[in-house]
């Protein structure tokens, strides 16, 4: 072998050693952390030739990108065409009009309608009916001295609040749940599975179908929700078309449950895993909000976000070319030690805690007052009315969703604590 020969081989060995195909190794899946601090080491605006695309793992990266790169990244449908894709065309026309996939100004226009639907004072109304949705969920399992904390509580708890934020009928809870999963396993992941294309196609087909009739029903029959105030939002005479509303009533749904899910699961893992913290939690309720951004912060449910270079340019002292994709890992940003000391150390404590869990900028997450209050509230009742929470001995396995974080199944046992009766709440005529 010729001395260029091995630098090559050299060369491809290492970008094989730091792809982040790796994810798709159970064993990798299950802590990627050693993967992204090696990533951040050794190449932190790496060019990964499996993936056809930049990842960046350094926080300050990862801020610029998200503050300066393009999310405007749904293929059109001549680029389909070209990928021999063209049946994804109904995806694409979905995505174009979903505000996460869009930039300034049709993603100004859009965000400011639908805050105007989703403010501050219309989510702190929800506080009372969470804290009832979660005790109701935890009677359910207290007599059993044992739960499965996704099935019983992490998945249902976002399922039936998202039903209700948006207007739905709560009974619809586990067909939406079922679409958003399939919509979040093409998000999550970083390329086209074409063995799930049919039944991608099939979830945007009823999905589209479901949300139209709900505009329609909702139209007819005013109700309380996202769906009925993203209807009547409005700007200087500026409203939202009926397709744009069930496109983001989509991504609303979407976001809403999967991450949710996944940040109420990854916690209550990582408190397991960390004895000492979850007992200085139990004994200071005061430290939930704090606890629970470093739940974010440490097991991110959303690990990465994708944007295009907006023009020829240069990071991490890379050229990169206009149009290229950019892989932002918000998880390795998270555990990046320029940024927090320590970063492999889970401290409900921690105060100096800007994690980017939530993304930033303008595509910064809609729903995290939402996400934060669901979090706060299930961690503070799990831990008030049960003690000594064990992990069953069990196979972890973490979802194949290589984007969102989360297990599919969590299994402890229990004891009931003396304080396991519900709070007295106003407003609560329970
Ligand atoms: C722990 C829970 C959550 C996490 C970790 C999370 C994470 C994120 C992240 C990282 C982004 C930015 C993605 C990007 O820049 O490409 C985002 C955006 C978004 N999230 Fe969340 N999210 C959570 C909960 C929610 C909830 C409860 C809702 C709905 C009520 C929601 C709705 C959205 C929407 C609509 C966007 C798009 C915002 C835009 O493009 O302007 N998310 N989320």
Known sequence: MSPGAESVARVENDDAALSLYHLLDPAVLANPYPLFHRLRREDPVHWDPFLHAWVVTRYADVLEVLHTFAADRTPTPEQLASMGLAQMAPLAQLMVKQMLFMDASAHTRLRGLASQAFTPARIETLRAHIQEIVEDLLDAVQGRGSMDVITDLAEP??????????????????????????????????????????????????????????????????????????????IDGDRLTEEEVVANTIITMVGGQETTTNLIGNGVLTLLRHPEQMKKLRGDS?????????????????????????????????????????????????????????????????????????????????????????????????????????????????????????????????????????????????
């Open 157 to 234: 708890l976002p399922a039936i609040v998202t039903a209700e934020m948006l207007g739905l009928p709560v009974e619809d809870r586990h067909r939406l749940k079922a679409w958003s999963a399939n919509f979040a396993e093409m998000l999550g992941n970083f390329q086209h599975n074409p063995d799930h294309a049919a039944r991608m196609l099939q979830t945007v087909e009823e999905m589209t179908a479901y949300f139209r009739d709900a505009v329609q029903e909702t139209k007819r029959h005013p109700r309380e929700g996202l769906i009925h105030s993203l209807l009547s939002a409005e």
């Open 286 to 430: 005061s430290l939930t909000a704090s606890a629970v951004e470093e739940m974010l912060r440490f097991e991110s449910p959303s690990q990465h976000t994708a944007r295009l270079a907006p023009t020829d340019r240069s990071l991490g002292g890379k050229q990169i070319r206009k149009r290229q994709a950019v892989i932002a890992v918000m998880a390795a940003a998270n555990r990046d030690p320029e940024r927090f000391p320590e970063p492999d150390r889970f401290d409900v404590t921690r105060a100096d805690n800007r994690h980017l869990a939530f993304g930033y900028a303008a595509h910064f997450c809609f729903g995290a007052p939402l996400a934060r209050m669901e979090g706060q509230i299930a961690f503070a009742a799990l831990l008030r009315r049960f003690e000594n929470i064990q992990l069953v001995p069990q196979d972890l396995v973490w979802r194949t969703n290589l984007g969102l974080r989360g297990l599919t199944s969590l299994k402890v046992n229990f004891e009931v604590s003396e304080s396991a009766s519900r709070p007295v709440q106003e407003n609560n005529p329970r």
